[in-house]
């Protein structure tokens, strides 16, 4: 987590913030956990889904907020979930709301 949390690569340690944002994006809010409603993923024949394990296969977080643009067409409302899938911040595997979407653990 120390390694990842690093400064962008540039060496400068970032230790309290770059670990804090980095469990913030791996947990969430721990006070607010969210649930994904299952007919989100089977919208438009699995567009949600289909993105979401693309972007989990590829590492291509930077594709996040297509994602949340598919959830919010297919009815998602969860503002938690679609500000962080919009976030500009880095992603990481492990990211809570994508693991949400893909049903992991």
Not at 19 to 28: D, M, S, Y
Not at 67 to 95: F, Q
Request: charged share 20%.
């Amino acid at each position: 987590m120390h390694y990842v949390a690093r400064d962008g690569g540039s060496g400068r340690d970032t230790d309290d913030l770059g670990q804090a944002n980095l469990i913030r994006e791996i947990l969430g809010n721990p006070l607010r956990q969210g649930s994904f409603d299952s007919a989100w993923s089977r919208w438009a024949d699995g567009t949600v889904f289909k993105i979401a394990q693309a972007i989990y296969d590829l590492r291509g977080f930077g594709n996040l907020p297509i994602l949340a643009d598919a959830l919010e067409e297919a009815g998602c409302t969860h503002a938690e979930m679609l500000s962080h899938l919009r976030s500009p911040g880095a992603h990481v595997p492990g990211c809570w709301a994508l693991d949400l979407i893909l049903g992991k653990d």
